[in-house]
């Protein structure tokens, strides 16, 4: 993993893994507590990068481990930007999944696994954007800075 930039904008590079994802989250992390952002954001971004990585990871280059993934972040005074870009499979569609959630009711044994990302992810963020440009996929993803 490369990271490179100043405290308040800077971009991370990594090969798509769980690794990755891991280092990525960690150094995302640090550098929002060193920014002072709280700690209830920072909970949420948190979740939400890893629901986004592990997209990538598992999803766009589901065949392809070897490939890279790029982060930039930009922490502003009242929010906090993430661009991630990576050259794996477009979302279908090229369009956002709207992250309902999954039917949830019923014995505890028969709830789904999975199927609760992109609600997470469109309910912790202030704003998602996605698109499909030169053969790479473009997530935008904000935060309030001091979101409840």
Same mark, same amino acid.
């Given at each position: 993993?490369?990271?490179?930039?100043?405290?308040?904008?800077?971009?991370?590079?990594?090969?798509?893994?769980?690794?990755?994802?891991?280092?990525?989250?960690?150094?995302?992390?640090?550098? !929002?507590?060193?920014?002072?952002?709280?700690?209830?954001?920072?909970?949420?971004?948190?979740?939400?990068?890893?629901?986004?990585?592990?997209?990538?990871?598992?999803?766009?280059?589901?065949?392809?481990?070897?490939?890279?993934? !790029? =982060?930039?972040?930009?922490?502003?005074?009242?929010?906090?930007?993430?661009?991630?870009?990576?050259?794996?499979?477009?979302?279908p569609g090229l369009c956002l999944?709207?992250?309902? !959630?999954?039917?949830?009711?019923?014995?505890?044994?028969?709830?789904?696994?999975?199927?609760?990302?992109?609600?997470?992810?469109?309910?912790?963020?202030?704003?998602?954007?996605?698109?499909?440009?030169?053969?790479?996929?473009? =997530?935008?993803?904000?935060? !309030?800075?001091?979101?409840?």
């Amino acid at each position: 993993m490369t990271l490179e930039g100043t405290p308040t904008d800077f971009t991370l590079t990594a090969t798509a893994s769980e690794l990755a994802v891991r280092d990525t989250l960690l150094a995302v992390r640090s550098r !929002l507590s060193e920014r002072g952002v709280c700690e209830d954001t920072c909970g949420s971004v948190e979740l939400v990068m890893a629901e986004a990585l592990n997209n990538i990871v598992e999803h766009a280059y589901a065949t392809d481990q070897e490939r890279d993934f !790029l =982060l930039k972040v930009s922490i502003k005074p009242d929010r906090l930007c993430f661009h991630l870009r990576d050259g794996g499979a477009p979302l279908p569609g090229l369009c956002l999944p709207q992250g309902k !959630l999954p039917d949830h009711t019923g014995p505890r044994d028969d709830l789904p696994e999975g199927g609760f990302g992109w609600f997470l992810i469109r309910d912790l963020t202030e704003r998602v954007a996605y698109e499909r440009r030169d053969g790479m996929n473009h =997530l935008t993803l904000e935060f !309030l800075r001091n979101a409840p």
